[in-house]
């Protein structure tokens, strides 16, 4: 079992960055047992997917919508994710998810994810 705990979300303005972290608490399996999402969802919509990266952070994918804005990392020593967000956009206003896949990779469903953190949420003021 993995616990998931979000941070670094806030209010910024649209062209802004924000930084995410997602910190892992693994019991059983290590942190890099794990490929790792990160999803979102607006008010009224549904969850969607944002990036992915493979256990060893060597291969990652991310959604159209964030392609060349967004970059996904890891940090195994930390048990830690990152999603670097630039040119922040009003349409990316959202609560931000991350997600641990034990069994996959790269997956872009809500269901190829075995744990998920509560949430952290990211406001972009046009």
């Known amino acids: 079992q993995v616990q998931l705990v979000e941070y670094g979300g806030g209010l910024v303005q649209a062209g802004g960055s924000l930084r995410l972290s997602c910190a892992a608490a693994?019991?059983?399996?290590?942190?890099?047992?794990?490929?790792m999402g990160w999803f979102r969802q607006a008010p009224g919509k549904e969850r969607e997917f944002v990036a992915a990266?493979?256990?060893?952070?060597?291969?990652?994918s991310y959604a159209d919508s964030v392609k060349g804005r967004f970059t996904i990392s890891r940090d195994n020593a930390k048990n830690t994710v990152y999603l670097q967000m630039n040119s922040l956009k009003s349409e990316d206003t959202a609560v931000y998810y991350c997600?641990?896949?034990?069994?996959?990779?790269?997956?872009?469903?809500?269901?190829?994810?075995?744990?998920w953190g509560q949430g952290t949420q990211v406001t972009v003021s046009s």
């Open positions: 990266i493979t256990r060893s952070g060597g291969i990652t």
């Open positions: 693994a019991s059983g399996r290590t942190f890099s047992n794990y490929a």
């Open positions: 997600a641990a896949d034990y069994r996959r990779s790269l997956g872009s469903g809500i269901g190829d994810y075995d744990y």
